[in-house]
C-alpha cells in the first residue's frame, strides 16, 4: 500500500500503521491518527461519509480523551481503522482536493498531542528474564538472583495512574529518604540515582465485572494496542523504602507515554515466539501461538549541550511473560479491569550489556559510567538531560513505530 500523503521511507506512521491518539489546536481537542507528518482529524473526518455505516455516536471524536471511543469495542475499531486505512491509500476515499483542503489534514508541527487515555489505573510487571536476573546478582546472591517466584508467576505491583505523562513534559527529579552507604540514619533530599527504565505499555480497551477472569487465549480481546513507557525510577530512595512492600516513592513521582496507541491489528505481522518457559508453567498461564512480538527498542542520552548518545538497543521480543499471561494473571483472582487501564512491561533488558534497559544495569550499579560525546560521563541521569525512547517495527519493507517518548530533566520542585 501507498498513501497519497507524503510519507518519508523512515517514517514511523506509515499507511501500515495508522495508530490512534488526541491533539490540541488553538483549544481544539480530539481523537485522530497519522499519515506521515500529517495529522488526520476523526471528528471533521465524520462530516464526510468515510465512515458510513458505523455506528459511532455524535461527538465521539471530539472528546479530551479517547476512552469513549475505545469502549465501543474492537469491531468498532477495527473498522474505523480500516476506512482510515483504505481512505488513505492513494486512489482512496480522501485523495480528493476537497478533503485536502479542508480541515481535515493538519500538519503535525501545528498541533500539541496530548495524554490520549484517562488511566484509571496503572499496573506494572516485572517480566524481563534479563533484567530481573541482573538486579538480583547485583543486590543478591548471584547464584540465586531469581526469587523462587519469579518462573512462575509475572511479578507486578500498582503503580500511581495521576503522575503518568504524555511524551515532552518536564520530569522533576523526586526527593526522599535514602540511606547513605555506611550511614546509622537516612537523611532527606533530592535522589542522585535518577533512572530509565525502558517498556511498553498496553491499554485495556473492554471492561470486566469483579469476579470475571481473563484467559490467555481471551486476552487479545481486551487489548487495544501498545505505546511506549518511560518508568522512571529513583535507585537510591528504592533502596531504602522497597523492603517489605516494594517500591513507593521511587516510582509515583512520574511515568512518560508515547502519545500513540499502536493497535494490535497494526502489529499482526510482527508476531514472534517467546522465550521457552521452563519450568511448565500453571495451566490459567499456559498459552497458543506467539504472543510476543519483534520491536525493535532504543534509548538515547542528550545532555544540556546537545551532545547525545544511544545508550541500548533492546527488543520487546525478549520478555519472558508476554502480555496474554499478564493479564491472565492480573485477573486470575476476581479483580476488574476497565477502559483505559494499563499495564507495563517493565524494564526490557536482552543478553548483551547494549541491551540493557536502565542505567542500572548498563553502569552497573554505577561501576561502568557512559562516556558521553562532551567528556562528560553518566552513572544514572543528570539534571539538563533528556531521555529518548524510540520503538518501531520493520519487515519485508513494512515498517511502522510508535513516535515519541521523551523526557527532560529539570532539576527539582521548588
Not at 476515499?93 to 498531542?113: A, G
Request: hydrophobic content about 35%; glycine content about 10%; charged content about 20%.
Amino acid at each position: 500500500m501507498k498513501s497519497f500523503v507524503y510519507v518519508h521511507e523512515d517514517s514511523d506512521f506509515t499507511i501500515y500503521n495508522i495508530p490512534f491518539g488526541v491533539f490540541k489546536k488553538e483549544g481544539h481537542h480530539g481523537v485522530c491518527t497519522r499519515i506521515g507528518d500529517t495529522i488526520v482529524d476523526l471528528h471533521q473526518c465524520t462530516t464526510t461519509t468515510i465512515f458510513e455505516g458505523i455506528e459511532l455516536p455524535e461527538g465521539i471524536f471530539s472528546q479530551r480523551y479517547i476512552n469513549s471511543f475505545i469502549s465501543l469495542g474492537k469491531k468498532i475499531t477495527r473498522e474505523v481503522r480500516r476506512r482510515l486505512q483504505n481512505g488513505l491509500v492513494t486512489g482512496g476515499f480522501l485523495d480528493n482536493d476537497m478533503f485536502k483542503e479542508s480541515t481535515i489534514f493538519i500538519s503535525s508541527d501545528e498541533v500539541t498531542m496530548l495524554l490520549p487515555v484517562h488511566i484509571g489505573d496503572y499496573t506494572d510487571f516485572y517480566s524481563s528474564r534479563e533484567h530481573a536476573t541482573n538486579v538480583g546478582i547485583m543486590f543478591r546472591d548471584p547464584a540465586n538472583a531469581l526469587l523462587p517466584n519469579w518462573l512462575h508467576l509475572p511479578v507486578g505491583y500498582h503503580g500511581r495512574a495521576s503522575s503518568i505523562v504524555v511524551s515532552d513534559t518536564p520530569i522533576h527529579r523526586p526527593s526522599g529518604q535514602t540511606m547513605p552507604e555506611e550511614a546509622e540514619k537516612p537523611v532527606f533530599g533530592p535522589s542522585r540515582q535518577l533512572d530509565f527504565e525502558l517498556e511498553m505499555g498496553f491499554i485495556i480497551g473492554k471492561e470486566t465485572p469483579m469476579g470475571q477472569t481473563i484467559s490467555t487465549d481471551k486476552a487479545e480481546e481486551y487489548i487495544l494496542g501498545l505505546m511506549l513507557f518511560n518508568d522512571w525510577s529513583a535507585r537510591d530512595i528504592q533502596k531504602w523504602e522497597y523492603v517489605p512492600l516494594g517500591p513507593f516513592l521511587a516510582k509515583n513521582f512520574a511515568s512518560t507515554i508515547s502519545p500513540w496507541i499502536i493497535t494490535l491489528e497494526a502489529l499482526e505481522p510482527f508476531r514472534i515466539s517467546g522465550p521457552q518457559q521452563e519450568p511448565d508453567v500453571l495451566p490459567y498461564l499456559r498459552y497458543e501461538g506467539s504472543k510476543n512480538y519483534d520491536i525493535h527498542l532504543s534509548v538515547d542520552i542528550i545532555t544540556e549541550s546537545g551532545a547525545s548518545k544511544r545508550v541500548s538497543t533492546s527488543n520487546f521480543k525478549y520478555m519472558y511473560w508476554n502480555m496474554c499471561q499478564q493479564l491472565a494473571h492480573h485477573t486470575v483472582n476476581g479483580c476488574n479491569v476497565r477502559v483505559g487501564d494499563l499495564m507495563a512491561s517493565g524494564t526490557i533488558s536482552g543478553t548483551t550489556p547494549d541491551a540493557y534497559g536502565s542505567m542500572l544495569e548498563i553502569c552497573w550499579k554505577g561501576t561502568k559510567p557512559v562516556q558521553m560525546p562532551d567528556g562528560t560521563e553518566r552513572k544514572f541521569i543528570l539534571d539538563g538531560d533528556t531521555v529518548v525512547m524510540r520503538g518501531w517495527c520493520e519487515k519485508d519493507g513494512v515498517r511502522i513505530g510508535f513516535g515519541p517518548c521523551d523526557g527532560k530533566v529539570v532539576g527539582e520542585w521548588k
